[in-house]
Every structure is written in C-alpha cells, then in structure tokens.
C-alpha cells in the first residue's frame, strides 16, 4: 500500500472536524491505555479541534490509501512563553522561551502500523516547521510513547490538561532543519 500524505493549514484543514476523521480518533482511542475515558469521547474530540482549527499554525496531514482514511497528524503554534494548559510541571526554561509546535494529534488505523507511516505522517507534519521546537503530550502506558523515546523525543514534564484527563509526559524534541 502506498500513501499519500496530504498537508492543509488552518481553516483549509476544516475536514478534521468531519465524522470521518472523528471515527479514526475514536477506534484509536477504544484501545487501551485511553478505554474510551472521558477525554476520548467524539464531542470533546470535535470542541477541542475546532477551537484548535483557529489557532496560529494550525497543520494537518492526512494519509489516504485511496479513499480510506490511514490516519493523520496536526499541530499549531504555542508561542513564546506559553505552555500547557491545566495541572502541569515547571516547563524547560529553553523550551518556554521559544515559539514551539504543539503535537496534537498522531492517529494511524491499527492495519496501518509498524510499517513506517506514523513516524512519516509526525516527519511529514514536522517538516519545514519555523519553530526551533515539537512537543507533545503522550500517556506513558500508551505504546507510543515507547515510539516516540525511540524516535529521540524527551520526556520534560508532565500535564493533565483537564480535570478528568490521565496525566500524561510532556515530551519535546527540537524541529528538524
């Protein structure tokens, strides 16, 4: 199978809030360690992304194979001295102190995985990114978190975003150039 990366910015991205990409969110997030909580649900998914959507350097990809949907990745821009939001650990002062792109979602269809198409679709969203620095939120249970140790991502702090959330790693890399 050959995929086919496709990248839209900001409003041109509107897609991701469709029931096509909330059903890929959801199977993903029916697995454990995330069970379908309370964060998971489609109604948090789509009011969060369409805020996010909004937000200064907000990039999508999406993988197609075909018609099907693969997967996608998106982000936007925190700027200088902003952070997570909700109950969160001191961040890096060099962290704090530059523009950052904020990874806020990597999903991949299960039939998908362990053939390279996740760390392309996160190479792919990364890419070419002005800010000196990419960070995340992972749960440490998750099997990507795992991955993303491995693909030189550091765990820097922790943040549970909204009171009902499991408290996730805050992991951070610089942006490749």
Request: hydrophobic letters at 40%.
């Amino acid at each position: 199978m050959e995929l086919r990366f496709i990248h839209k910015d900001g409003l041109d991205a509107a897609e991701v809030v469709s029931d096509e990409y909330a059903d890929v969110y959801l199977d993903i997030r029916a697995e454990p360690p995330y069970n379908s909580g309370p964060n998971f649900q489609r109604h948090r998914y789509l009011d969060r992304t369409r805020r996010q959507l909004e937000g200064k350097g907000f990039h999508l990809v999406a993988a197609r194979d075909g018609d099907v949907l693969a997967g996608f990745a998106f982000g936007l821009t925190f700027p200088a001295d902003r952070w997570w939001g909700g109950d969160v650990t001191p961040p890096p002062a060099e962290v704090l102190a530059e523009e950052k792109f904020a990874v806020i979602e990597l999903n991949l269809r299960r039939e998908y995985r362990g053939q390279g198409h996740g760390r392309r679709l996160l190479s792919e969203l990364l890419q070419d990114r002005p800010e000196p620095w990419a960070m995340l939120l992972s749960l440490p249970a998750a099997p990507a978190h795992a991955m993303y140790e491995h693909w030189g991502w550091q765990v820097v702090g922790t943040v549970r975003p909204f009171p009902d959330a499991d408290l996730s790693d805050v992991m951070a890399r610089p942006t490749p150039h």
